[in-house]
């Protein structure tokens, strides 16, 4: 049983405002080791529950964040930027039985603790086929392309809440309670590690690969904080304006469709402008 860790750090144990998650800043050397912890409880349970191999992608920002130096000596970590399929990178090889996403949080537009979908700010929303959608989400149809289930998600509160509506058997843990954007109840990580270690051993019943999904299309639309970034964002071939500061395409897959996706936010990164946006 092989087990994919996709390991985002907005929703990691202890985790509420933006210096926690910007490399280079004290806060974020501080929570790295929070975010350690989070994954590799993680890890530890998929081994407790009879796992044979953990790969976990990091999947946030510069994509090295984690201490490899602190995670179980079984588990393998593939670290660094620019991959095919960004968070979930490493799913698409047809020997992965489950996917965990750890340390996930809601998107654009919704509450939960720094809530966002790929960009931090200039993103206001995306939807895909009608339906906001989070990280979570875009990754879970990715996912299923290939068979492979969800079968753990942690953050927020909120973000459990998200996720019982793409991946509802999966098992949830809530590492704090929302109270802002910028707040949250924390639990310890002692505490976080002993509860994710826990629900990781129970959801490795649930790591049982299915008929992939091949049922299309999908359309995201993507809307912005200015209309210059819809603008840059439809230099993209296929991506077209379908309303003030909004953009859309449809792909016939979801691979297709997060590789817009990726393509869409690097181009609209570039056109950010530091003081306005």
């Not at 529950?49 to 946030?60: F, K, S, T, Y």
């Not at 959608?133 to 990754?139: M, P």
Request: glycine share 8%; charged share 20%; with cysteine.
């Amino acid at each position: 049983m092989k087990i994919l860790v996709s390991a985002d750090m907005e929703g990691a144990t202890g985790v509420t405002w933006p210096a926690d998650v910007l490399p280079g800043t004290p806060q974020w050397e501080r929570c790295r080791a929070l975010f350690t912890s989070d994954v590799n409880a993680a890890a530890l349970g998929f081994y407790d529950g009879g796992a044979d191999e953990v790969l976990v992608n990091e999947a946030h920002w510069t994509m090295r964040n984690l201490l490899l130096e602190r995670m179980d000596e079984r588990v393998q970590m593939l670290t660094g930027r620019h991959k095919s399929l960004s968070m979930v990178e490493g799913i698409q090889h047809d020997d992965v039985d489950g996917v965990a996403f750890v340390g996930y949080h809601t998107g654009a537009g919704a509450e939960g603790v720094l809530a966002h979908t790929y960009l931090a700010n200039s993103i206001t929303g995306v939807w895909l086929n009608g339906v906001r959608a989070s990280e979570g989400l875009l990754n879970a149809h990715v996912a299923a392309e290939y068979g492979v289930p969800v079968i753990l998600v942690t953050g927020d509160d909120l973000t459990c809440e998200d996720a019982a509506g793409y991946a509802p058997s999966a098992r949830k843990v809530a590492v704090k309670d929302h109270v802002s954007r910028y707040a949250a109840v924390c639990r310890t990580p002692a505490r976080t590690a002993a509860d994710i270690r826990a629900a990781a051993a129970e959801a490795t019943s649930l790591a049982v690969r299915s008929t992939p999904v091949t049922a299309g299309s999908f359309t995201v639309e993507v809307e912005f904080d200015a209309a210059h970034l819809a603008a840059a964002a439809t230099v993209v071939p296929g991506v077209a304006p379908s309303g003030e500061r909004r953009v859309a395409y449809t792909s016939a897959t979801m691979y297709e469709g997060i590789r817009t996706f990726k393509a869409v936010t690097t181009i609209v990164s570039a056109a950010v402008e530091e003081q306005y946006g």
